[in-house]
């Protein structure tokens, strides 16, 4: 076990909808990503959070979006689904900081189905 | 793209028997990590190998790094049919210390 939780473990949406989806980071570490994972693909980087701000953004509309509070948990936010987001989404949890890299301690992931 | 690809796609061996999986990436990294990932679920985090060096070990599991060639190999040696899983690597973007870029994996069948 990492550390790294997530909800929900499941979720099913329809097309336009919104969706929320939490991660709560291992206790003290500071940064947090995000990534999606299509059925048979390597995980693709949405974004990074390090101490509350955006600290990175991959290739993904700005209707992906995110937060991270103070105690350091986070949401993936994302608007208007599309078919296509259907993934399993997996945040992940490190010590790094803005200019050092640290292992990535992953949670278990949240299976969207957008139908 | 920087994205690390990892070869073969898939590999089958027998329990006891070694298997090798490789890493290819394009542009210079800080550092280099594999993972596992079993069925569909988190990945499990196995090895940090940085730029500057060469090889590492945990274990069973023996990592090497050429940065000359762009390229990381992954050892598991004396595999057991619990190491089926897909394994994957995953680089740095260089100057930006934290965006990871993964590659599709190694898809390992271990049979018993």
Redesign the interface.
């Known amino acids: 076990e990492t550390g790294v939780t997530q909800s929900p473990t499941h979720l099913i949406k329809t097309r336009g909808q919104q969706v929320t989806l939490r991660c709560s980071s291992q206790s003290g570490h500071n940064t947090v990503s995000w990534y999606q994972q299509a059925l048979g693909q390597g995980p693709q980087f949405i974004f990074q959070y390090y101490r509350e701000e955006e600290n990175g953004r991959g290739n993904f509309p700005p209707r992906f979006s995110g937060l991270q509070f103070p105690n350091y948990s986070s949401e993936l936010n994302v608007n208007a689904l599309e078919l296509d987001d259907s993934a399993l989404y997996l945040c992940a949890s490190s010590l790094a900081g803005l200019k050092h890299t640290d292992t990535q301690y992953f949670g278990p992931g949240t299976r969207l189905t957008v139908l | 793209s920087q994205?690390g690809e990892e070869d073969p796609q898939a590999l089958s061996i027998q329990e006891g028997e070694n298997a090798t999986m490789n890493c290819s990436y394009k542009t210079s990294i800080?550092?280099l990590?594999w993972?596992r990932q079993n069925s569909?679920?988190?990945?499990?985090?196995l090895i940090?190998i940085r730029s500057n060096e060469r090889e590492k070990h945990s274990g069973r599991l023996r990592v090497t790094l050429d940065t000359s060639k762009k390229s990381s190999s992954l050892l598991i040696t004396a595999s057991r049919a619990a190491d089926t899983a897909s394994y994957?690597c995953?680089t740095?973007?260089g100057l930006?210390?934290?965006?990871?870029?993964?590659?599709?994996?190694t898809k390992l069948n271990v049979k018993p």
Do not use: E, T
């Not at chain 2, 569909?40 to 985090?45: A, E, M, T």
């Not at chain 2, 930006?96 to 994996?105: D, E, H, R, T």
């Open positions: 994205q800080n550092n990590q993972y569909g679920r988190g990945l499990v985090h940090l994957f995953a740095d973007a930006n210390f934290n965006k990871f870029y993964f590659g599709s994996g």
